[in-house]
């Protein structure tokens, strides 16, 4: 089975810090999501990825930026985090042979205080 | 623009009941339409793909949902619901060939009453 995780489950962190979100899969799928999760809002799309060293903004891009060194890890940055980006983050992957089909990791819970 | 709706925030049925979450698209052409579901404190599982073909698909956990292309409709359903199936459930669409970039419903909170 795919296996999308992200490294950590809950992060807390302080205004203006730097703020690094990990996420590796392990099926050598192409393409790399990244969403955030808010009650009432939904999912919406931050950034993507279709290949290395590619990206390309989603919905939400500001105040983000991504990086994508290897094909199997995706990484989302928070430059200078503030309280509105405390939000519940969900790294995902597909790959074209599975026709759209998203596979998710658990999530990272992330507290900005 | 296209978007996805979920009329309903919050639905609560009773274990053994029948259910039906209802999901409406708006996109310039057919899209692929798949319905995902979060239990808490977990990552989104896909419990059903509608890519083509017979418009009635069947997903895992006894979940079933129906293609109806002139009401822009792809609507979950299930016969009777456990306990367990108590989730947030989300629709969502791509377009053939996006790659896995889909757009999400705002999600529908199922709650299950013994």
């Known amino acids: 089975d795919v296996k999308v995780t992200q490294s950590s489950r809950y992060l807390v962190k302080r205004t203006g810090e730097k703020v690094f979100l990990e996420c590796v899969q392990d099926?050598?799928?192409?393409?790399m999501f990244w969403y955030r999760q808010d009650p009432g809002l939904g999912l919406r799309l931050i950034y993507f990825?279709?290949?290395?060293?590619?990206?390309e903004k989603g919905d939400i891009p500001e105040g983000y930026s991504v990086s994508r060194e290897k094909k199997e890890r995706f990484s989302l940055i928070l430059e200078s985090a503030s309280t509105n980006q405390t939000s519940m983050y969900l790294c995902?992957?597909?790959?074209?042979?599975?026709?759209?089909?998203?596979?998710f990791g658990s999530g990272t819970q992330l507290s900005v205080l | 623009a296209q978007s996805v709706t979920q009329p309903d925030i919050h639905i609560t049925v009773s274990e053994g009941a029948s259910l039906e979450l209802r999901c409406n698209y708006s996109y310039g052409a057919t899209p692929y339409l798949f319905w995902y579901v979060q239990s808490p404190g977990q990552g989104l599982q896909l419990l059903l793909k509608y890519f083509s073909g017979d418009t009635l698909v069947q997903g895992i956990k006894g979940f079933e949902a129906e293609f109806k292309r002139s009401q822009s409709s792809f609507n979950l359903r299930k016969p009777s619901v456990h306990w367990s199936d108590a989730a947030e459930y989300f629709c969502?669409?791509?377009?053939?060939?996006?790659?896995?970039?889909?757009?999400f419903g705002k999600g529908t909170k199922l709650s299950v009453k013994p």
């Open positions: 990825s279709y290949d290395v060293k590619m990206k």
């Open positions: 099926m050598d799928h192409e393409n």
């Open positions: 995902a992957s597909s790959t074209t042979r599975t026709n759209e089909k998203l596979f």
């Open positions: 969502a669409v791509g377009l053939r060939g996006s790659q896995g970039n889909l757009i």
